[in-house]
Nanobody, 123 residues
């Protein structure tokens, strides 16, 4: 499956952005979807995941209550709604698909990755 992301950009601290991840060449219903981010000089870190079967979600502690992962099955698309953004959220954000469907927080468990739009949160 190929993943194409959109929705990155520049936002002021406290603002919101929504990232989209559209799948092609396959369906998200066969995978779990995850969002990760990577800041300059840092390792790629888990942000949120969604199990397609049952819709169970999980979040990193740093984003709980502010970020929401969701899906639109008809559009074969996963979203990441980011509210109350902080400057430390500045990173490249990656959408990923995991064939096991577990919604792991470990990047190496994911087989397919999007291109990674930049999100920049200014003070």
């Amino acid at each position: 499956v190929q993943l194409v992301e959109s929705g990155g950009g520049l936002v002021q601290a406290g603002g919101s952005l929504r990232l989209s991840c559209a799948a092609s060449g396959g369906t998200f219903s066969h995978y779990a979807a995850g969002w990760f981010r990577q800041a300059p000089g840092a390792e790629r870190e888990f942000v949120a995941a969604l199990r397609w079967t049952g819709g169970t979600t999980s979040y990193a502690d740093s984003v709980k209550g502010r970020f929401t992962i969701s899906r639109d099955a008809a559009k074969n698309t996963v979203y990441l709604q980011m509210n109350s953004l902080k400057p430390e959220a500045t990173a490249v954000y990656y959408c990923a698909a995991e064939r096991l469907g577990l919604g792991s927080g470990t990047p190496s468990q994911y087989e397919c990755w999007g291109q990674g739009p930049q999100v920049t949160v200014s003070t």
